[in-house]
Nanobody, 124 residues
Framework: QVQLVESGGGLVQAGGSLRLSCVASRRTSSVYAMGWFRQAPGKEREFVAAINWNGGSTDYAESVKGRFTISRDNAKYTVYLQMNSLRPEDTAVYYC?????????????????WGQGTQVTVSS
C-alpha cells in the first residue's frame, strides 16, 4: 500500500500556472506507475496525465496536451504536474494515483492507490 499526499492547488486566473506535487510514503522508484486525474463537480473522474516507473514514457489527455507536463523524481518519492495556460474548464479536484506496473496507466481502474486530492480553481 502506498500513501499519497498532493499539494500545490489553489486559485489562479485564466492563463496562469500551477505546479502540483504528490509525495509517496514509500519508494515509488520500485516500479510504480504514477498518474494525475481530476474530477469536476457533477462529473466523473477523468485521466489527465501519466508517467511510467522510470519517467521514460508519458501520456496526456488531449485536453491538456501542450499545456501540462508530468514528471517524477524517484529520489524524492515525488511526482509533479506542471500546469500552464490554465483555463476555467481545468477547475477540478486533482488526484494523484500510484500502481505497481512498468507501463503507463491511463484509466481510473488501473490504479489502486489514491491521494485525497487538491483543489484547482481557475477564474475567468
Amino acid at each position: 500500500q502506498v500513501q499519497l499526499v498532493e499539494s500545490g492547488g489553489g486559485l489562479v486566473q485564466a492563463g496562469g500556472s500551477l505546479r502540483l506535487s504528490c509525495v509517496a510514503s514509500r519508494r515509488t522508484s520500485s516500479v510504480y506507475a504514477m498518474g494525475w486525474f481530476r474530477q469536476a463537480p457533477g462529473k466523473e473522474r477523468e485521466f489527465v496525465a501519466a508517467i511510467n516507473w522510470n519517467g521514460g514514457s508519458t501520456d496526456y489527455a488531449e485536453s491538456v496536451k501542450g499545456r501540462f507536463t508530468i514528471s517524477r523524481d524517484n529520489a524524492k518519492y515525488t511526482v509533479y504536474l506542471q500546469m500552464n495556460s490554465l483555463r476555467p474548464e481545468d477547475t477540478a479536484v486533482y488526484y494523484c494515483a500510484a500502481q505497481g506496473s512498468t507501463r503507463v496507466l491511463t484509466t481510473v481502474g488501473g490504479y489502486a492507490n489514491w491521494g485525497q486530492g487538491t483543489q484547482v480553481t481557475v477564474s475567468s
